[in-house]
């Protein structure tokens, strides 16, 4: 078919609804604890009041040996509400301190490097919507997937998984 055939009303201003109503909007983000930037952030107070809440700080100076990984839960945590969120609406805001945390179940964190147990879930607030999330930590890396679905879990279907990648890739 030509252009006003059935393939013109998928790229037509119906495509996005359709599309948001079929597929799953997730969101994925990965941070990497041994990169030497990420290490040491959450002492970082100017970093912590341009991305945090008063909530959010509060929980990552709970734990004083894992604050750095705590940390970079919540960043992963809105930063894969972000990208699940944003598409479905393209011009939200990417401002972190504007999105809150709330967290449903934390599980103390694990120093074994082969968990991969989601061990925290919980919703990101946005002025875009809400995002439910799940994360887990290693002490090398933390993973977060997001669903922007609605519900307090990810869409049946989708697959955790982390692959380690070689030092120095």
């Avoid at 809440?53 to 809105?78: M, N, Q």
Wanted: hydrophobic fraction near 40%.
């Amino acid at each position: 078919s030509g252009p006003k055939g059935p393939m013109r009303d998928k790229s037509s201003n119906g495509w996005p609804a359709w599309r948001n109503g079929i597929l799953p909007v997730i969101g994925n983000d990965i941070v990497d604890l041994r990169l030497s930037g990420n290490r040491g952030k959450s002492g970082d107070r100017r970093f912590l009041d341009r991305v945090c809440t008063p909530e959010e700080k509060a929980f990552i100076g709970e734990s004083a040996a894992h604050s750095d990984r705590r940390l970079w839960v919540v960043w992963a945590a809105k930063e894969a509400a972000y990208k699940a969120l944003a598409k479905r609406d393209a011009f939200m805001d990417a401002i972190p301190v504007q999105y809150r945390t709330v967290f449903h179940y934390v599980m103390p964190i694990d120093d074994d490097a082969s968990r991969r147990l989601p061990s925290f879930q919980g919703r990101v607030q946005t002025p875009a919507g809400e995002a439910f999330f799940q994360a887990c930590s290693t002490p090398y890396q933390v993973h977060c997937l997001a669903g922007a679905g609605g519900g307090d879990a990810l869409p049946a279907g989708i697959e955790w998984r982390i692959l380690d990648l070689p030092e120095g890739w």
